[in-house]
């Protein structure tokens, strides 16, 4: 796994710019964005992660890694049964088969991710049954480690973002999109560092 090439000079700048960063990136100094490199695993980890808690998405993951490779033909080579008896929602069933056979047959190719703006990588891989918006931002994070990504419907975003600035109060995904701009170009950081804020471990897609 490898760290952003950015996340020095992000530290810095949101550091400067604003005191509630600061105190984060004090708090935690060997806390890192990482990168597992595994475009499909991050997906996969994203569908398995949808609507759990991270503690319970890590039991999740870990039985479904004990059952099959995190690969398009380990997914797709175990049955349906099989996935839900490692602890899959039949839907979530569902999208894991779709996703690994968009990878199979070449409909997903992140080969050619890099080169393209944020925006167009949420467009292909939204196409894909079950990969919505957050899941596709998790990607972008997590894989691609771009470093503008604001996920406003984030749970944790939005609870830390009422810890920290909101005196609890919990925001509208829409005004945690304009809270955000005080984080630009760093809002990945500040995101980060906000989920680590609440998590007793670093966030892993």
């Known amino acids: 796994m490898s760290t952003p090439a950015w996340w020095g000079a992000a530290n810095d700048a949101l550091a400067a710019a604003d005191p509630v960063m600061a105190a984060l990136i004090r708090r935690y100094p060997d806390a890192r964005l990482t990168s597992r490199g595994a475009p499909f695993e991050t997906l996969m980890r994203a569908i398995v992660g949808q609507q759990i808690s991270v503690a319970a998405a890590d039991v999740l993951w870990a039985r479904l890694t004990a059952l099959t490779p995190a690969t398009p033909g ?3 080579a175990a049955s349906p049964d099989a996935l839900r008896g490692a602890g899959l929602s039949a839907r979530k069933v569902e999208y894991a088969r779709c996703l690994a056979s968009h990878f199979a047959d070449g409909r997903i190719d992140p ?3 890099g080169a ?3 925006e167009v990588v949420v467009d292909k891989l939204t196409a894909v049954r079950g990969i919505g ?3 596709a931002e998790m990607f972008l ?3 691609l480690n771009r470093p503008d990504v604001w996920p406003v419907d984030d749970i944790g975003l939005l609870r830390a973002l009422a810890v920290h600035y909101l005196d609890g109060r919990r ?3 829409r005004e945690a999109s304009g809270f955000g701009e005080r984080f630009r170009p760093w809002r990945t950081q500040a995101t980060w560092y906000l989920w680590r804020s609440l998590d007793a471990v670093e966030v892993h897609y």
């Open 111 to 113: 080969a050619h991710f």
């Open 116 to 118: 393209l703006p944020d």
């Open 141 to 143: 994070i997590f894989n």
């Open 74 to 76: 380990g997914v797709l």
């Open 171 to 173: 925001p509208t995904p």
């Open 133 to 135: 918006r957050w899941s």
